[in-house]
C-alpha cells in the first residue's frame, strides 16, 4: 500500500510537501496547469522521487445532453492524460458527475462517457479510477456509481469523506460491502455533517475504524486530501489511516 497526498495543482506545494509520501495527487487542466505545459525537470525536482498521480479537472461535467460536447470532454479527457502518461502518472482521478444523475435512462450515457475516459487512459498507460462525489448536486449518487464503474470495468477512487457526506458511515460501509473489491484508490480526509470538509483524520465525524474494516485487505493507494499545508497535521493524519489500514507510513 502507498501513502500520498493531494497538493492542488501548484508545483511549489508538491515540492515543499513531506517527503515522507510516496506520491503526490497534482490537480491538471485549465486555465492554471497543462500537463503539456510542464516543465519534465522542474517536476522531477519537485517529486523529488516520489510517484505521481493526477486529479483530472472537475469543471466539466462526464455527461451532457449533447452528443458533440461529449465527444469534446472526452477528446479533452484523452488528451490530458496522453500527456499525464508522458508525465509518468499512474492513476488519473475522474470526478463521475452528469448532467440529470436522476435520470435513470441517462445513466447509460453517463455510463457510456465514462467508459470512453477510461478507455483513453489505458491507451495512455494511466489507470483511470472514478471518483464518487454524490453530495454534490450534479453527482452520481453512490449506488449507481458503483453500478457503472462495474458494468465498464472501471477502478473506483472512493473517498471517504464525500461518501459519509452523501449518507453518513451507514453508505460508506454499504457501498464498500457492494463495490469495495473495484477500490484502486482512496480519498482520505475527515469530515463534520454541518457542512466541513478536507479536514485532518480524528477531526471530524467519520468513523474510520469502520471503514477500514470493511476495506479489510485493501492494497491501492491511498491519497490524504487534507486542506492544509501543516505538515504535522498532513502526517499525523496519515500515521492514523495507515494505522487503521494496517500499513506502514
Known sequence: ME?????????DRLAASPSRFDFCELGVGEPTLVPGDIDHGRLTDALAGRDLLVHLPYGQ?????????????????????????DLGAEKAVLHATSADRDDVEFREVAAEQLRRVADAGREA????????????????????LGEIARE???PICFDVGHAYMEGDD????RFLRAHGDRVSHLHCHDVRRRGDTHLPVGAGEVDYDAAAAALDGFDGTVALEVFTDDDALLVDSAERVAERLGAEF
Open 61 to 85: 461535467r462526464l455527461a451532457t445532453y449533447v452528443p458533440e460536447v461529449n465527444d469534446a470532454i472526452v477528446d479533452y479527457q484523452r488528451r490530458l492524460l496522453e500527456a499525464a502518461g
Open 152 to 154: 465498464t470495468d472501471t
Open 170 to 173: 451507514k453508505a460508506i460501509k
Open 125 to 144: 498507460g494511466v489507470e483511470v479510477v472514478v471518483e464518487n462525489v454524490g453530495h454534490q448536486h450534479a453527482g452520481l449518487q453512490l449506488s449507481v
Open 3 to 11: 501513502i500520498g497526498l493531494t497538493v492542488g495543482d501548484d508545483l
